[in-house]
């Protein structure tokens, strides 16, 4: 007979994982502890398993059962369980492989010791340690012979310029599939136009590499998570998404983390393909997003109101990037003289039943992620509600301005930007001051529910 303490923690999971850890695995389900996220989009949960075997075994659970058919997910997943089953026994420290279903997306590790966060280092000294341990872990990965690893499903590309490519007009077909935005449509130009050269060598290239995506303990990398984004490629994507992770868990001057990896790897830092790589992993992440936010606003469900911050922070620095890359100063956008409306007092009021009456009777790690998400959108609507239809106007204006048209609404005016990008009848300098001015608008709706991120910016690559 099964304990109370067992009853209750399966009451935790879905059946059908449940079942897997049973019945497959031959597992005991002793305790689950659900945690907040495991990767990008997926269900995570920290548990006690006794094996036949082995007994008792701390371990970590991830899985996503939503839509089962989707194949960038399955392929995700399937690279990310190879790239870990590969990496047992090398210099790169990852997690004991356990177990893993590719139906149900569901990965079982031994749990790790160490933090993720890494903003829980406080002292300097101890911050360029970790960060300095992770950047060798890094060169590691990088300088493995990709052709004697077990990788299974992974196909060294070409040329990484044809895989970029490949990949650009993947996304370009499916920001098509609805009302495309000109800043998507110039940012995948630009990057269509800025393809650097080839790298030296192609290495297997982690894909989602920086601070919050490894565990660290005592000093020490414990392990490097989340490999769902790996892949065969150029070396400097990993550092550039080091700069991205930067915006949310600011690292080490990556100027010094560049050095130590240089330092200690045969790959050469080449700061312009880093720059380029940063854009190219903003408008992969801005484009999936922005496909889910505006055509299937259902996918993110109870933490909407995160993704749309995150969405919020990428499109900005994107236009940053791009006109840093350019060489380009940006206009400022003067924030008008709105006075609150009439509903403003109803948000407030849902606000403060939030944060003094439900977060706090709310001890379930997931509904808390949840309930702050929410939280969140109630900010972006008050300051909708406020500011929208002068932003609106204002971008209408600017637009009517640059293509000398009239326009009598937001969404014809972008239309006929996006075609005036697509003719190249609008010089580049011209297009980034625009899209620059609508993000600082985008930037100001969001920043009541972004807190410091409505004013981040990239770390400084040299």
Known sequence: MPTSTESNAKDLLPLSIVQWIEDELGARILSVAPRAGGGASREGAMMRLSFAQTGATDCYLTYDLRDPEN???????????????????????????????????AMLTERVPGEARFDVLVDEASRRQVAFDFMRQLAALHTLDVKQLPLRGFVEPASVSIQICERLKALATKHAEGAEDPLLVFGLRWLEDNIPQEPTRTVLVHGDAGPANFLHHEGEVTAILDWEM?????????LAWIAVRDLFQPFVALPECFAEYART???AVDISRVRYHRAYALINLVIDTHADLVQNQGAFSGIYGNYLMYYTLHCRVLVEGIAEALGLDLPVMALPDCPPGQRDRSYAVALLELREQVVPRVTDEVAAHRIKSMARLVKFWQACDRFGAQFERAEM??????????????????????????????DEASIVRLLALRVQRDTALMAPAM??????????LT
């Open 265 to 267: 790897s045969d790959v």
């Open 451 to 460: 807190g410091a991120l409505a004013t981040r910016q990239f770390a400084p």
């Open 230 to 238: 790996t892949h065969l490629g150029d070396p400097m994507e990993d």
């Open 71 to 105: 194949a960038a997910r399955l392929a995700g997943f399937e690279a990310e369980a190879s790239a870990i089953s590969a990496m047992q026994g090398t210099a790169v420290t990852v997690p004991r492989l356990l177990a893993y279903d590719v139906g149900r997306r």
């Open 397 to 426: 204006n600017e637009l009517a301005e640059a293509l000398d048209t009239p326009f009598s609404d937001l969404p014809q005016a972008r239309k006929a930007f996006v075609e005036a990008i697509r003719a190249r009848s609008i």
